[in-house]
Structure formats: C-alpha cells, structure tokens
C-alpha cells in the first residue's frame, strides 16, 4: 500500500479510492510492515489485528478497540508476527508466532505454548586464535581487521572492535575475553507454509530467516529444523506459496537487493536455490507472491511484476513511497 495523503474537505475528499475506516492519533504503536497480521485468534471466523508492538507486547485489536495485550518474553524488539494453524485439532484457531531476537515465540489462543531459538553462528578459528593471543588492544583489532579485508566472517563482538578507539577499545577487548566464545544468530523475519493440503485452514510450517544468511523451515512442533539451506545474503523479508511437502516456492528479499526463489530439491525435505534471481536496482521494500508470478516492491516507488525464470512482465510506478502490501485470497464459488 503507497502512502496517501488526505484531502482537505471540499477538494476531492470523496474522489479518492482509498476508504479510512479508522484513524486514532492515540493509539501508540510502533511497528515495522512485518510486525502485524490478521488471525483468527478466537476460531469464531472473525479476524482481529495482531500488532508485535515494539514496547515488547502482543496487541490485539477486534474492530477499532483494543482487546487484549500480552507480553512478549523476550529482551530484543519483535521485528516479526505471522499466524498458522499448527495443528489439526478441532475447533481450528491459528497460533501467534512472534520472531523477537534469537527466539520465535509461538502463542496458541493467546497464550505461550513454545519457544524455538535459532541455533548458534560457528565462529571462525582464526578469530579465536586472535582473542586468545595475549597482545593489546590495538593489535588486536589490527590483526581483526587484516581477517575481516581478507573475506572472514567476523563475529558480533570483533565487528564492534574495528571502528573504536582510545579507552573505548581497551574496555571492549577485556571484556570480550572474558566472555564465552558463542555467538546467537539472530532473527530477521518470518513466514509460513502449508504443509500437505492447500487449505486455508490447514495446517502450516514455520519458515525462518536469520541474520547468518540462513533461511530454516521448522516442523509442526515448531521445536526442530525440517530444512535449511544457506542464502548469498541476509533477509529481510519471506513470502511462501504452495504445500511443502507437493510444491512450494519461497520467495526471499535479500539485503543484497535480490529476490531468490526457494524450492523443494531432489531428496524429500531439502531446499534449494532456483536460478535465475530477480536482481532490482534499488533496496526491496515489499514481496507478493501472485498467479504464477511474483510482485517485487522497490524503494523507487515502482511495483514490478516478475514470471517464471525472472522474466520481467511489467512495471508500475506509484504516486508515492511504497510502504507495505499484500495479496488478499479470494476463494471462487
């Protein structure tokens, strides 16, 4: 959805398509495009807001009040909420899952039920080496940064040496000694897939994305990796269409200003990486999967449409900055 500007009374108030069905200046949320979704929390068939509030509560809005908060257990800020159904059990309500950190927490009727946490970054050897040699700060960092311009992947702790200086530096590399050499990967948004049937209420998979460049499709327990498979850059953003386990596609935003296409391998419950990619010249900032295509927003305010083997079908440009969208389903009768 592009960002609309209100008209002022008398000059085409009633000329613009978009409906405001409401607007409240007090309601305090703050959230990113990934931090709400629609869920039928109660199994009744009426939708509500679910709102991954960045004060680290669960917000939930039925009609315009708010009807419950719940609070997220979690230090980091949510930067992700998604709704499935997790099992096959009767009355069908969706689970809540909610990415905050290093942990995906799954509500089930608004209540915590399970916690994945993502498993832990390898860290290189060769950093190790250079934390366990007995030598200053300042070379320390200097034989960081002659492993970081030769390609190694730094952890979080030696990234933050390379640009310090003075006490700062000193400070930072005795107390990085002192602490345990394991890293927590960290997740960077979230979505889900149908597992067998292709049914809205049936039941789904967790798909993951992390900020080591992993994308991991959990099991319906929501406790143990069923796939993994290890992208060119980190995601920001995972659309999914299909079932898992007969034909699925994901499509993945990267940082790299990409979209790549995940799709079942050659051996059951393996992830490949399809080629070609979709390459933009500008930073993506929203993904749609379509009819057989794929709607790729862009920070230059251009919605581009995308068929099989990325072949560009059309581009349209929009009167103002895209900030988020979705493609509704609409069930035929």
């Not at 070379?139 to 390379?162: I, K, M, V, W, Y």
């Amino acid at each position: 959805m592009a960002t609309y500007a209100k008209p002022t009374p008398g000059e085409g108030a009633y000329k613009s398509p978009w409906l405001q069905a409401h607007f409240d200046k007090l309601a305090s949320l703050k959230t990113g495009n990934e931090g709400l979704c629609l869920a039928d929390v109660d199994g009744k068939g009426e939708g509500s807001l679910v709102v991954a509030d960045a004060t680290g509560k669960l917000r939930v809005f039925s009609g315009v009040r708010q009807r419950s908060e719940h609070p997220i257990a979690s230090q980091g800020e949510p930067c992700a909420v998604t709704s499935f159904y997790a099992d096959d059990r009767l009355p069908r309500v969706p689970a809540v899952a909610v990415a905050a950190g290093p942990h995906v927490y799954v509500y089930r009727s608004l209540r915590p039920f399970v916690r994945f946490t993502t498993p832990q970054i390898d860290i290189d050897k060769k950093e190790i080496d250079v934390w366990r040699q007995d030598s200053d700060a300042a070379a320390t960092r200097s034989l960081l940064r002659s492993l970081h311009d030769g390609g190694a992947r730094l952890s979080p702790r030696s990234l933050a040496c390379l640009p310090m200086e003075g006490e700062q530096l000193e400070d930072h590399v005795e107390r990085c000694r002192s602490i345990p050499f394991s890293t927590q990967d960290v997740v960077t948004c979230l979505s889900s897939v149908k597992k067998s049937l292709d049914e809205p209420d049936a039941q789904g998979l967790l798909v993951i994305g992390t900020e080591a460049k992993l994308c991991l499709v959990l099991d319906p327990t929501c406790t143990n990796i069923t796939a993994r498979v290890r992208l060119p850059s980190a995601p920001v953003a995972i659309k999914t269409a299909g079932v898992f386990d007969v034909d699925w596609r994901a499509y993945v935003a990267c940082r790299d200003d990409r979209v790549y296409t995940l799709t079942s391998g050659e051996h059951k419950g393996s992830v490949v990486i399809r080629r070609p990619h979709i390459e933009l010249e500008t930073a993506v900032v929203g993904v749609a999967p379509g009819d057989k295509c794929v709607y790729v927003a862009t920070a230059d305010s251009s919605i581009r449409c995308f068929a099989a083997k990325a072949r560009k079908q059309f581009t349209l440009h929009t009167p103002a900055l895209y900030q988020c969208g979705n493609q509704p389903r609409v069930d035929g009768t």
